[in-house]
């Protein structure tokens, strides 16, 4: 059976495109008030889709150039969507990559991945995966992310977190920051799912499904019988 | 039953695996903005109930599930929501075996979803991904589209498992 999916606005799939999106409390229990949460989905050629999102991760936000885009088509909803993004324009994104691989460096965290997931991935640009000895490290390195990230935004009226799952048992936390998601995982966990196989197999995944589209194209075929072909009078 | 009208009216009347159908009491879901016109053709999804069966696309060794709790909602359960479920049918080698009551995420349902820019996601049929009850997959691999509705829920594991998001 076919799936499919079938929507009533055109919605743009982007390549790679940064979000912005401000967050709801963590599971940490800090209570943090957020601002109303949008997002600019920076697409395509062709349209732009405005996302208002309750509880997500916090992520970095558009260029100057994607603003400019979206006045350009003329996106009459995207008015108070700019309205925050620009507010938000000045401001970090949550966790960059430096910083990522500088944390994971001083917990003394094993195996630390950084796989650029751009090309295949329209939500993340980064995935970092980490290995942690032991459950109490895999939790010891999300916490420390999250402190990277709270120190960066000392002295803000709001705080805005990451989202993290998988606190609770400490197997596999995700810890999502928009361009940058940082998987730790214990061992056991990093054999089990093997994420790495996953996403850098996945180029070569695209490329037969290019080719698919050719041999959908009905061609005649080549009659190499010896038969005569029969004439009709 | 034939839809004599376009294809793509077509495919949106009949579904193998919905939910329970035509509901025709006054439960409408939340968005009533359709593209297709043709009221003949077009079908009342409704949400994730008990009863309801639906398909793993996992390769946690499950093949159909049947609904037996949506964790949350009154009415059932959506797209992005957790639910208890009893395998029905299930690989002869796999992880889980028929029988067993185990907790799924949703990620695809014939019921529409709307996004907070006005559009609205459906899919064709109805399919669970089987996690524990701390949330981490059973599976290693999800199989088929998915939406973006599971980054919010907080279920990026799967989607980072997922090959095509939708």
New interface residues.
């Given amino acids: ?9 055109l ?1 743009s799939f982007a390549s790679l495109s940064p979000f912005a999106r401000c967050s709801n409390s963590t599971s940490y229990g800090d209570s943090l008030w957020s601002s109303e949460p949008r997002a600019i ?1 920076k697409g395509g050629s062709y349209f732009l ?9 916090v992520l970095s936000l558009g260029s100057i150039e994607a603003l400019l885009q979206e006045w350009k088509l003329g996106f009459p ?1 995207l008015s108070r969507a700019l309205y925050c993004s620009t507010a938000d324009f000045k401001k970090n994104e949550l966790l960059e990559l430096q910083e990522v691989e500088k944390v994971l460096s001083d917990v003394r965290a094993d195996n630390v991945k950084v796989i650029p997931v751009q090309k295949h ?3 993340a640009d980064f ?1 970092v995966i980490a290995t942690g000895r032991s459950t109490w490290h895999v939790k010891n390195i999300a916490q420390a992310l999250i402190y990277k990230v709270k120190q960066k935004q000392k002295g803000a009226q709001r705080l805005m977190l990451p ?1 993290v ?2 606190q ?2 400490g ?2 936390i ?1 810890i ?1 920051s928009g361009k940058v ?1 940082v ?1 730790a995982l214990d061992e056991k966990a990093r054999d ?4 790495e196989s ?1 996403w850098t197999t ?1 180029t070569s ?1 695209k490329e037969p499904i290019q080719d698919l589209e050719k041999a959908l194209v009905k061609i005649r075929r080549k009659n190499n019988s010896k038969k005569q072909a029969k004439k009709s009078a | 039953m034939a839809a004599t009208f376009a294809s793509k009216c077509s495919r949106v009347g009949r579904s193998l695996w919905g939910g329970l159908g035509n509901n025709l009491s006054g439960l409408l879901s939340a968005s009533h903005e359709t593209a297709c016109n043709h009221f003949l053709s077009q079908q009342q999804r409704t949400f994730i109930q008990m009863r309801t069966v639906l398909k793993v696309v996992d390769n946690s060794g499950a093949k159909k599930v049947m609904c037996i709790q949506a964790l949350k909602g009154k009415k059932g359960a959506r797209l992005g929501d957790t639910i208890i479920a009893s395998v029905k049918e299930a690989y002869p080698n796999g992880k889980v075996k028929k029988g067993k009551v185990v907790y799924g995420v949703v990620v695809r349902a014939a019921m529409q979803r709307g996004r907070c820019d006005g559009s609205e996601v459906k899919f064709d049929d109805n399919a669970v991904v089987l996690v524990d009850k701390q949330g981490q997959p059973i599976g290693t691999r999800v199989f088929g589209p998915v939406p973006h509705e599971l980054r919010q829920k907080k279920h990026v594991k799967i989607l980072s498992l997922a090959g095509h998001i939708a």
């Fill in positions: 059976m076919a799936l499919s999916t079938s929507r009533t606005l919605r989905f889709a405005q996302r208002k999102l309750s509880s997500t991760s909803s991935c329209a939500w995935m989202s799952e998988g609770e048992g197997k596999w995700v999502d998601v998987h089990y799912y093997s994420l996953l996945g995944e």
